[in-house]
């Protein structure tokens, strides 16, 4: 009894995510009937990949109880670095997009890790910062389209079975977070930051560099998104992501990441994310207001943490008998 | 309160016709794709897409962007329309570049599209309804260089930077300002605000900065708005001149009271209607006109009453 | 100011004028001598009354922040009240409308105050759905557009109007910050945020009303914010379900320029002035300078981290936590 | 780093040749926390093959020792031998792979990650390498290292679910599994039960024949006796018992040599007992314990005695509102109130010294007199509004009369020392207006003799006021100096009840649970 409660508590924060994405596919299903068709799954499937990249690097930085508000701006900034860099270069040097976003990621994990600033105010500086740099080097903001939208197209468009290449590229590299994540020594040391500082240095953790490691991959991610923004868009977008770095932290949250640090899984931020997609879809399509979405994520993200205190209230009791016993 | 509950109900009536629409060849269902619903023109383009698809009884799901800068928004809910299989889409788009591609695999997935007043950046479109925004910077520019005497000292309050709608207006006032006002200085540009209070403040250190400022362009009229009322506090209302575009309720009470030079506009509940004539078309494999141009005008306080508002403003209490 | 007691340089004292006060004062004078007609009195007028209006919210974070908490959902609640406000005005008249728009951002804290102070859930977390909430809520009653309210003198009065000669927004800055500073050095509920934002245990176990205490912190940073609210609304006359989306974070960085340490227990009414005046000379001075925007964002970046990390480096104060290479 | 040695060299003791050479040997150690100093020229010799406790009160210095001898924290002055070989540690990796492994008191295991990782914490914390498996330890040897405890769960199971016994078993079994030359035990059998203490012991026996040198730290008496080959006993951050053999240390010298005797606690005329007013009853700090009933009378000072864990502390947090229990009711005269409601118990008068100064009574960040006055804020405030000169009037002469070193009231708290830090503690509760009673928990931790003495003082003229005082502590002379009658408490529950005039053996006895008082 008391061993099925607690497992409950632990893991009933990633229940969440997948009853609301399951209530949420039911609800627009029966409002919708194209709803919760295959073709459907596939549409979602293509588009719910900037938010989950955004969402995955924030939980890394969400596992070392910190947060990172600059997401959005990193993630314009590497849209219009990875555009520029196809358009000098070739489109093989897209990549140098995601580059961008590492360095910025790093930047706030050094802020962070070795200066000691808070996470609030070193990754404002550099939602801020990014922004400008942005702007600057597109001469104050202008869209810069890709030479050859055309093989950006075809990777964002066409469909290898059934989602498109671009979306199959971003389940990979989220496949890759969760193998740092689960099976990498770093990803074992974020969380071992998170869950327990004081025990992450007594065992001989450099605390520095596991925020440098997770800020940077946080960055990193929030580059991919703006790779995939780029791809998409056929073209980088400077003011591009207003608004996403708190519809990635509600995602990762929702996902069941813990802000107190340490609980976080790549499959329940993936879950977060698709939510949220499917809310924006869904609103889309049954042509409901569109900004009862928000209303929809921000109750999510508040019942989310109503639930939790009643599995701790509920849970207290037992836990403290037996800590006693 | 009750305006929500009316928008939920109607989202569900709307439903059950998508619902029950679908299955019948004979309705068709419309997809319309705008970038913001928060600024009055795209309400009023809206207003026109669904007054005319009432009256031709086709169906319209709308999808808002929420912002000029969401492309890629933008981008997922085509994507939303393309996967409802709706018989065509009009697009206004937030960035003419961004929405290309998928633009084109709407098109490439037998889906007609037609681009209005901000068209997507694709040749393939079964047609563009719009006037030029470029026009309408150059209107503003005539009538601002008339005003102030054809000479001065502008500023230019040019809107959100990286938008084609407001680079389009910027250049077509600074192309034209430069030809008809060569004794005109532009001494300032602010592409920072992109709304009323932004622009009453940088409006304010203006103020401050160009004393000898006569002028000023204003890329839409909520911004205008901002702009006179940072004026009127510093008594200078009479000495400097501002035109807009645009011409929202609060457009024409600022032009009744003389306190706008002008504005230019485009008529956009005539966009609206057309684009939808012209979607129809497309859809049923009628003739579809490739261009439609509906020219800008400039609205002064001696032409306002004889303009025909219901081809340029949705309605007072139209809400989308 | 007392001097340090011989070898012992970690002991801090509590008078002081703020290291904020040194930044503010160099950036003024860095700006009179650089940006061409800063230094008129018009334009430090403009100055001041951006600057008050920020003043005002910042006011409401700096509680948050003293109690250990941060406030996100300013950023839509002052939509919310500005839209309420625009759509209540004709039934109820201009001091009713203002009264209802004041009283949603007030309600906003309480919720804020409730969820955090009850049930024990973290300031992020809550401040954060609610601000999604509220900006939903607000687009959805205003139909996503701005609604214009009708012209008239009563409605701009708090954003246009003066008395004896001083501009309202800044007379009511004033009045903010003399209640902020009167909260925090002269009540015993701002005594109590200090205790609870320094040591929570430590409070309750002293036998403060803990939970009392944070939920009155958040309703007071509500009532601050709902006086921004309104001289917003009044400002532009009109609802605008999208009206200052980045008031979170630019009270934040105030705070945080000011020198306000986000670790709680800590901060002073003086300190949110200097922040907010190095925020809004800076944004004056690079509309003077004809910048391009994004040299402007690049400075305020640069402000906000070399600032904070000067006032690090200077002072103690900041250091939360001292262990070698921990921070959390 | 200074070096003390050949200060060292001198005072050194005939060599004990029959133990071999120290594997470790630690000289002159000292660190200092900013104004508290934790270790003042310690010694330490550790030898291969035995089992060597530390012993000492809290505060002692024992666990700065160990992290000393860990890598976690670097000592102001000392050396370090390694098989006679001067060494630094800068970091925890360090020391590891020099063969020196610690098992911490359940402080380093990270509840979110499985038993298997934990286990392997170490080697994560250290390896070069990028994939995590090459550092988790295999399924078979996690089972192996877990069998060697006792312990039969899935090694995959998620720490987090385990109970905090399993939790140190796991945190033994760590330790046990790294090929050490030395293995640093820190109170492990804290949250063990007596089958798995003896499980634990087994496999250090084990080890031990092996050669490893085992530090073993406690506070469990009994337990020390029948593991430990030598004892070295800390008392304020000093080796007071160096590397004895334990069969020549009884168990009375032990406790003397802890607690101390050296400390006069000056003898004071308690006052006179009044009416009760205070009550407890039916007071369960766990399910298991039987209830406590005490009755205090107006000016009588009740001590509490315990050693670490005895639910002395827990009693009295308790008693003073701080602590929700299940089951009981406190009472003030014949005003009755709820366990865990502070609030309530302030306004009957009932003031609270906790334990834990830094997590429970300071506010380090505000003033000495903003700290002073945390309790009292209602006595020098009007309507909700704070009257600094009467807040000053009133907090200063208590300050004043606690003689608070430097008397600044402004000074920010942190950069007090430990004894006036929690002279802070005590005058906030001294300064209440209808104090009644007063729970006072380790008044003197980590306190220097000046202070101690000044706390005394206030505590005895508090309850010559009137006041019911109830004093737990394990300082005995403190307890013994300042009570009317002390309880003693063993296994969470009050086990008897003692005279001070029957004396600190008797008392002693009494906590070693040898004999009822």
Not at chain 1, 134 to 146: C, F, M, S, Y
Not at chain 3, 270 to 282: H, K, N, R
């Amino acid at each position: 009894m008391t061993g099925a409660l607690s497992r409950l508590s632990t893991s009933g924060r990633f229940l969440v995510a997948p009853v609301c994405l399951t209530v949420a596919i039911l609800a627009f299903g029966a409002a919708v009937p194209e709803f919760p068709t295959i073709a459907n799954a596939g549409n979602v499937l293509a588009q719910m990949w900037v938010l989950t990249l955004l969402a995955v690097g924030q939980m890394f930085a969400l596992l070392t109880r910190g947060f990172d508000i600059s997401v959005g701006a990193v993630a314009a900034l590497s849209s219009t670095v990875a555009a520029l860099a196809a358009n000098h270069w070739g489109l093989p040097a897209l990549p140098l997009g995601a580059l961008a976003g590492l360095v910025c990621g790093g930047l706030n994990g050094l802020m962070i890790g070795s200066l000691g600033i808070q996470p609030i105010v070193a990754t404002l500086g550099m939602f801020v910062g990014a922004r400008g740099l942005a702007l600057l080097i597109t001469d104050g903001g202008q869209v810069v389209p890709l030479s050859q939208s055309g093989i950006a197209a075809a990777l964002a468009y066409n469909s290898l079975a059934g989602i498109p290449p671009i979306a199959w590229m971003a389940l990979a590299v989220v496949v890759a977070a969760a193998w740092v994540l689960n099976r990498s020594v770093l990803g074992r040391r974020i969380v071992m930051l998170g869950s327990n500082p004081d025990a992450a240095w007594l065992v001989g953790i450099h605390p520095w560099r596991v925020h440098l490691a997770a800020y940077g991959l946080c960055g990193l991610f929030a580059g991919f998104a703006g790779l995939l923004i780029t791809i998409r868009a056929g073209s980088g977008l400077p003011t591009e992501g207003t608004g996403m770095e708190l519809q990635a932290i509600a995602a990762a949250v929702i996902g069941g990441t813990a802000l107190t640090g340490g609980v976080g899984r790549v499959s329940g931020v993936v879950v977060g994310a698709a939510f949220i997609q499917v809310l924006f879809t869904g609103l889309n399509l049954s042509g409901i207001s569109p900004f009862l979405a928000g209303v929809a994520v921000g109750v999510v993200i508040i019942g989310s943490g109503l639930l939790e205190y009643a599995l701790r209230r509920f849970l207290s009791p037992l836990e403290q008998n037996r800590r006693m016993a | 309160m009750n305006k929500r509950t009316k928008s939920l109900l109607g989202g569900i009536g709307l439903l059950a016709v998508v619902a029950t629409s679908s299955a019948s060849a004979a309705d068709k269902t419309i997809g319309f794709s705008m970038p913001d619903l928060a600024a009055s023109f795209w309400v009023s383009v809206t207003y026109g897409v669904e007054d005319q698809a009432k009256q031709a009884g086709v169906d319209v799901i709308k999808v808002n962007a929420g912002g000029d800068a969401n492309a890629s928004q933008q981008i997922a809910q085509i994507q939303d329309l393309i996967q409802k299989k709706v018989d065509a889409i009009i697009v206004g788009a937030t960035n003419g570049d961004a929405v290309k591609a998928v633009v084109e695999q709407a098109i490439a997935a037998g889906i007609p599209v037609v681009g209005v007043s901000s068209p997507p950046n694709t040749d393939k479109l079964v047609a563009i309804v719009s006037a030029d925004h470029y026009d309408m910077g150059k209107l503003q520019a005539e009538c601002l260089a008339k005003a102030m005497g054809g000479k001065g000292n502008v500023a230019m309050m040019a809107g959100p930077s990286g938008q084609t709608w407001s680079d389009l207006r910027a250049n077509g006032f600074r192309d034209t300002l430069a030809k008809v006002a060569p004794d005109i200085t532009i001494i300032a540009e602010s592409r920072l605000a992109d709304n009323r209070n932004a622009a009453l403040t940088t409006a304010e250190d203006w103020i401050q900065r160009f004393p000898e400022l006569s002028g000023v362009y204003s890329a839409t009229d909520d911004m205008a708005a901002g702009i006179i009322t940072a004026l009127k506090s510093a008594d200078k209302l009479d000495a400097v001149k501002v035109s807009a575009s645009n011409l929202s309720p609060t457009a024409q009470q600022l032009l009744k009271d003389g306190e706008l030079a002008c504005t230019s506009i485009q008529q956009i509940v005539a966009q609206g209607r057309a684009a939808v004539d012209q979607a129809i078309a497309a859809a049923e494999g009628g003739e579809v006109k490739k261009e439609v141009v509906t020219p800008a005008l400039l609205v002064t306080a001696e032409n306002l009453d004889t303009v025909d508002l219901s081809s340029v403003v949705a309605p007072s209490d139209y809400r989308p | 100011m007392t001097m340090a007691a011989a070898g012992s340089p970690s002991i801090r004292f509590a008078y002081r004028p703020p290291a904020s006060a040194a930044i503010a004062f160099v950036a003024f004078v860095f700006f009179a001598i650089l940006v061409p007609r800063f230094p008129t009195l018009g334009n430090l007028e403009n100055v001041i009354r951006v600057a008050s209006i920020l003043c005002i919210a910042a006011c409401g974070q700096a509680v948050v922040l003293i109690l250990g908490g941060i406030e996100f959902s300013f950023g839509s609640s002052v939509a919310l009240a500005s839209v309420v406000t625009v759509l209540t005005l004709p039934d109820t008249g201009t001091l009713g409308a203002f009264a209802v728009g004041a009283g949603v951002v007030v309600l906003v804290g309480a919720v804020n105050g409730t969820l955090i102070a009850r049930f024990e859930l973290p300031s992020f977390l809550v401040t954060l759905g609610t601000l999604m909430i509220g900006a939903g809520l607000a687009s959805t009653i205003a139909g996503g557009l701005p609604i214009d309210a009708p012209a008239s003198d009563a409605f701009s009065w708090l954003a246009r109007g003066r008395i004896a000669g001083i501009p309202v927004p800044i007379a009511l800055a004033v009045l903010s910050v003399a209640v902020l500073y009167f909260l925090l050095a002269h009540t015993r509920l701002g005594r109590f945020w200090y205790l609870a934002g320094a040591n929570v245990n430590a409070a309750r176990l002293a036998g403060i009303n803990v939970r009392f205490v944070v939920f009155a912190g958040y309703v007071v940073a509500g009532a601050f914010c709902a006086v921004t609210a309104l001289i917003l609304t009044s400002r532009v006359a009109s609802g605008q379900p999208n009206l200052a989306p980045n008031l979170p974070f630019e009270t934040i960085a105030a705070c945080a320029i000011g020198g306000i340490p986000l670790a709680g227990g800590q901060g002073r009414a003086s300190q949110v002035v200097y922040g907010v005046l190095i925020i809004a000379m800076m944004n004056n001075a690079v509309v003077l300078l004809n910048f391009p925007v994004a040299y402007q964002r690049l400075m305020i970046a640069a402000v906000i981290i070399g600032s904070v990390l000067l006032q690090k480096l200077a002072g103690k104060g900041w250091q939360t936590g001292a262990r070698s290479g921990g921070s959390s | 780093m200074l070096n003390f040695v050949a200060m060292d060299e001198a005072r050194k003791q005939a060599p004990k040749t029959d133990r071999g050479q120290a594997v470790l040997e630690i000289r002159g150690v000292s660190k200092q926390y900013g104004a508290t100093c934790a270790l003042d020229g310690a010694r330490l010799r550790l030898y291969p093959g035995r089992v060597h406790a530390v012993l000492g009160e809290n505060g002692a210095g024992k666990s700065t020792l160990v992290k000393i001898v860990v890598g976690a924290i670097q000592p102001d002055a000392g050396t370090m031998l390694l098989a006679g070989k001067p060494a630094t540690f800068r970091s925890v990796q360090q020391a590891v792979s020099a063969g020196i492994v610690p098992i911490y008191q359940h402080l380093s295991l990270f509840p979110h990650l499985s038993v298997r990782e934990n286990l392997s914490a170490f080697a994560l914390g250290g390896t070069r390498n990028s994939r995590a498996a090459k550092a988790i330890v295999s399924k078979e040897t996690a089972r192996a290292w877990l069998d060697s405890v006792g312990l039969t769960i899935d090694p995959d199971t998620e720490l987090g679910r385990l109970s905090i016994g399993e939790r140190q078993l796991v945190e033994i079994a760590r330790g046990l599994g790294q090929s050490c030359k030395i293995l640093v035990l820190d109170e492990p059998t804290a949250a063990l039960s007596h089958a798995e203490a003896d499980r634990l012991f087994a496999v250090v026996r084990q080890l031990c024949a092996a050669g490893t040198a085992v530090l073993f730290i406690s506070h469990k008496l009994e337990e020390t006796e029948a593991i430990a080959d030598d004892l070295t006993v800390l008392r304020n951050g000093r080796t007071v018992i160096d590397a004895e053999r334990t069969e020549r240390v009884n168990r009375d010298t032990l406790v003397h040599a802890m607690l101390g005797e050296t400390v006069n606690v000056g003898v004071r005329d308690l006052p006179e007992l009044g009416e009760i007013i205070f009550r407890a009853r039916g007071i369960r700090i766990h399910r298991r314990a039987a209830a406590c009933d005490i009755a205090v009378r107006a000016g009588e000072i009740v001590g509490v005695a315990g050693l670490v864990g005895s639910g002395a502390l827990e009693i009295g947090a308790a008693l003073a509102g701080a602590r929700e229990t299940a089951i009981g009711t406190l009472a003030v005269g014949d005003r009755i109130f709820p366990t865990g409601n502070r609030e309530r118990a302030i306004s009957l008068g009932v003031g609270y010294v906790p334990s834990d100064r830094h997590v429970e009574g300071l506010f380090p960040v505000l003033t000495a007199l903003q700290n002073a006055s945390a309790s009292v804020v209602p006595t020098f405030s009007r309507r909700g509004l704070i009257r600094r000169a009467s807040e000053h009037g009133r907090l200063v002469p208590w300050l004043e009369r606690l003689k608070l070193q430097p008397l600044r009231p402004h000074l920010q708290a942190s950069g007090f020392s430990g004894g006036n830090q929690q002279k802070l503690v005590v005058s906030r509760n001294l300064a209440l207006a209808n104090l009644r009673v007063l729970v006072v928990l380790e008044p003197t931790r980590g306190v220097d003799i000046g202070a101690r003495e000044v706390i005394h003082d206030a505590i005895v003229a508090a309850a010559r006021q009137g006041v019911a005082v109830i004093l737990a502590s394990s300082d005995l002379d403190e307890l013994l100096a300042l009570s009317h009658r002390i309880l003693v408490v063993r296994h969470g529950e009050i086990e008897g009840e003692m005279s001070p005039s029957s004396g600190r053996e008797t008392l002693i006895a009494a906590l070693a649970g040898r004999g009822a008082p």
